[in-house]
């Protein structure tokens, strides 16, 4: 119990105790409210001051609900209408547990405010995860950089940036020029997406005409620069601008290139790993024996490591040069186990 609040407060601690208390399954009485007001804030009040405060609270349009039994001074069923459902707060939440880089204590103050936007009764079972399972912290920096580039990107100017990969220490190592020297990239930012798990953005380098991705959490040191970023439309292909669904199917695993016409075959099972990286709006004929022949707008480069991956289950039948790729890209490969 917390020490007696001056009556002003009233109106306050009313709202508090309704926003972590109710929602549509959990309403309460004002005999509820009552009691919990001296529970939690040592107060004792009457049913009229109730009823008064929670009706000024929804004439300053705070979503609480209420029913009457006729009595103007008699609510029931009171409760604060939150504006997540639960569903879309568990989305939240597993959005914050895929962030790559993000510091574990980071992650639970994330978790716990996003709690916070709805009843006690919304559990998101942190208690149950393991928060190690998501590797080692890479980038404590990662908050910081999407605000950076996503304050460049509002304004339409260049960010500056250092590039990590990968140690086999485990351990991010900066990228270096052909002098050893830390390399800054400059670049002009469109968009930032999530794919596979990773958060990526989506920009240009100046001194060419297409587009790359970066990994959001492998970002050193980011600046939003003075330096107006070129526009979009500027880039060959991209005239009318970028639809990003379009983009991400034509670049699965966001390996970059120009996309083409490609086609492959492969058993109709593989039908979901075909929509997962290229969506459903695709072309594809069924054929016999249960295969299928797929029609998609990739890039060559990202093709070759999709049927790669699934080397066992997919020909790419056209272009001819990819076909010669992929069978060059097996042949080292099986080289390798032969000798």
């Known amino acids: 119990m917390t020490d007696m609040q001056p009556k002003k407060m ?7 105790i309704l926003k972590k208390h109710s929602d549509k399954d959990h309403r309460l009485s004002q005999r509820d409210i009552q009691d919990l007001l001296e529970t939690e804030y040592g107060m004792k009040v009457d049913r009229k001051t109730i009823s008064r405060n929670i009706i000024k609270l929804v004439q300053c349009k705070y979503p609480i609900e209420f029913g009457s039994n006729g009595a103007e001074t008699i609510l029931t069923n009171i409760y604060y209408d939150h504006k997540f459902l639960n569903g879309e707060l568990r989305l939240l939440i597993d959005s914050v547990l895929l962030t790559d880089g993000l510091p574990k204590k980071d992650r639970i103050s994330l978790i716990r405010r996003i709690e916070g936007l709805s009843s006690k009764y919304f559990h998101s079972e942190i208690s149950k995860i393991d928060m190690d399972i998501y590797g080692r912290i890479e980038n404590r920096e990662i908050i910081l950089t999407l605000e950076e580039i996503g304050s460049a990107i509002a304004e339409g100017t260049q960010v500056t940036f250092y590039y990590s990969d990968c140690g086999i220490d485990g351990e991010p190592k900066i990228r270096r020029d052909s002098n050893g020297k830390e390399k800054q990239y400059t670049v002009n930012p469109y968009q930032i997406i999530s794919k596979n798990g990773h958060s990526y953005l989506i920009c240009n ?13 492998r970002i050193k040191d980011c600046r939003k620069t003075d330096v107006p970023s070129r526009s979009l439309r500027m880039l060959k292909g991209f005239e009318t601008g970028i639809r990003l669904s ?9 390996w970059s290139g120009t996309p083409t016409h490609i086609t492959f ?19 594809i004929e069924e054929l016999s024996d249960d295969m299928m022949k797929v029609h998609v707008y990739a890039s060559e480069s990202s093709m070759l490591h999709w049927a790669v991956q699934f080397a066992d289950a997919v020909e790419v039948l056209s272009p001819a040069s990819l076909r010669k790729q992929i069978a060059e890209t097996l042949r080292n490969a099986l080289e390798k186990y032969e000798t």
Request: proline residues 4%.
């Open 10 to 16: 009233i109106i306050l601690d009313i709202l508090h």
């Open 205 to 217: 380098l100046p001194q060419y005409h297409d587009l790359t991705h970066f990994r959001i959490d």
């Open 246 to 254: 379009e983009y991400i199917k034509s670049h699965p695993n966001l």
């Open 265 to 283: 075959q492969c058993k109709q099972y593989m039908m979901n790993d075909v929509a997962d990286s290229f969506g459903t709006d695709i072309h």
